[in-house]
């Protein structure tokens, strides 16, 4: 299949973005337009790939950033709020931006869609991000656009900066780490290399209409995974489990000094949420080799470039 012509990135500058963009160019994907609002994560992006089109813009406001739009082969609509402490945020970056962002593909006829939903809306959990990455994914399909949407599990890779990236950097630091109850809490960690590869296949063979679960290949309790990162990434500090109870008043007394932590209690009682998402042959779908745990955490943490750059939060 002929390359596609022009691909824009939502949400450019975070966990996947960050990923899917060196990945992309790797393949000879281009040229390649990349849309973030983070300044400082937008600046990083920009250093690591000045041969591409990186534009900072609140997708939620209309502006000039759309008319990047114009001539699009592929949109890959990955702009989403994961944290926050109040509601504001996840309607804005996950509703409002996405109806401008329909919009704008709409405008300028843009053939196929690339949606990174979540698990979550496959999920247990009641939270703000899982409502509105709900909303999200039905306004997405519904917009009359050619959508391929994926569903993709909790990820770590390079510039991970809220899920196990962050625990590594924690654990580096603090004398102890602490593991909420009996830890033994199934996941389902997905390599984010992995995933820009699915999204790779979808962009160069598009699925218009069709919906995948892309969860972790392999199921590890959460208290066994901290225990690989430890392993992975070369950290001292000891794992000691502590009350469930005593871990939420922790996170909720720091929040209050901390107006956008790394971990809040919505994200922890979803840790705790006992589910078990489907499993997949997306390696056969896609032609996309499923990396072992232990080497996809080698890849993580100790590639000599990219497991160096820390994004802000």
């Known amino acids: 299949m002929q390359t596609p012509a022009k691909i824009v990135v939502t949400g450019a500058a975070g966990l996947v973005g960050q990923n899917l963009i060196p990945r992309l160019k790797a393949r000879g994907f281009g040229p390649i337009v990349a849309i973030d609002k983070h300044p400082a994560n937008t600046k990083i992006l920009r250093e690591l790939h000045p041969d591409i089109m990186v534009i900072e813009a609140d997708l939620a406001v209309p502006g000039a950033w759309a008319d990047a739009f114009a001539g699009a082969d592929t949109l890959v609509l990955n702009h989403a709020q994961i944290g926050a402490l109040e509601e504001k945020p996840f309607i804005d ?84 780490f602490p593991v909420p109850g009996s830890g033994r809490y199934l996941r389902q960690p997905l390599y984010v290399g992995d995933f820009c590869g699915v999204i790779m296949a979808c962009i160069e063979t598009p699925r218009p209409g069709e919906a995948f679960n892309i969860s972790g290949q392999s199921k590890i309790d959460y208290i066994d995974l901290i225990r690989e990162v430890k392993a992975a990434s070369g950290a001292r500090a000891p794992i000691v489990r502590i009350p469930y109870a005593l871990f939420w008043t922790l996170l909720k007394t720091y929040a209050l000094v901390d107006r956008d932590p790394p971990f809040t209690t919505s994200q922890l009682k979803a840790l705790v949420t006992p589910d078990v998402f489907e499993v997949i042959d997306w390696p056969g779908i896609f032609g996309v080799r499923a990396t072992p745990l232990p080497e996809a955490l080698k890849e993580t943490f100790q590639d000599p470039v990219y497991s160096k750059v820390v994004l802000e939060f």
């Open 93 to 176: 970056n996950n509703i409002t931006a996405s109806e401008q962002v329909v919009a704008a593909a709409k405008k300028h006829a843009v053939p196929h869609v690339v949606h990174i939903s979540s698990s979550v809306v496959n999920s247990l959990a009641h939270d703000y991000y899982t409502e509105t990455k709900k909303a999200q994914e039905a306004l997405v399909v519904g917009s009359g656009l050619s959508v391929t949407v994926l569903r993709p599990t909790l990820m770590f890779g390079w510039f991970d900066r809220k899920h196990l990236g962050w625990l590594a950097r924690f654990m580096q630091r603090a004398p102890v």
